[in-house]
């Protein structure tokens, strides 16, 4: 909340909510909590986040990082370590070793306090990696709504042949990652 507006009324600050922009729909408001998890990440590759959503309520958050208690790559010192990997168009990928995708978290932390995830959405702001869309789909996961592509070409069969349904949601004033 911003300091000028402290003085005014209930009613007038209120009112300076609407002055920032209409009111989000679900999908930007759940992206939204996307990006802002993303800011959490310590993989210096990049950062996401991740939010599991089932009837308009956040049942799990994620965002990439290495496991609890060890070094993140972006601590004093500490560096990504990237291994590659061949895709079968034989295209290269790179991956950082010591980093959890968001989505697997926010699937961990589900697990770990026993919330169940089955038949909810994620937000992810990017789209998953075939690795994780694959654990998502065996979760129950029944929608992936993604903000940026990420070598989208490699989940397109599997997307379709399992029909995880996959849905762009950008945020104008916070979409990027
Ligand atoms: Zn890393
Ligand atoms: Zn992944």
Redesign the pocket.
């Given at each position: 909340m911003s300091e000028e507006k402290s003085s005014l009324s209930c009613c007038s600050v209120a009112g300076s909510v609407s002055l920032q922009g209409e009111r989000l729909s679900w999908n930007e408001y759940f992206m939204s909590v996307a990006h802002l998890i993303s800011r959490r990440a310590t993989c210096t590759r990049g950062h996401i986040g991740a939010v599991i959503v089932r009837e308009n309520n956040i049942l799990s958050t994620g965002y990439n990082g290495a496991p609890s208690a060890l070094p993140h790559c972006s601590d004093n010192g500490g560096t990504c370590r990237i291994y590659k990997s061949i895709h079968p168009d034989g295209t290269i990928e790179e991956n950082c070793v010591n980093t959890i995708?968001?989505?697997?978290n926010a699937i961990a932390q589900a697990a770990k306090h026993g919330v169940s995830i089955r038949d909810s959405g994620i937000y992810i702001t990017s789209s998953?990696?075939?690795?994780?869309?694959k654990v998502l789909i065996n979760v129950g996961i029944k929608t992936i709504y993604y903000a940026n592509p990420y070598k989208i070409e490699h989940i397109a069969e599997l997307v379709k042949l399992s029909g995880i349904q996959l849905v762009q949601v950008t945020v104008d004033s916070i979409g990027r990652s």
């Open positions: 995708h968001a989505e697997i998953p990696c075939i690795h994780c869309l």
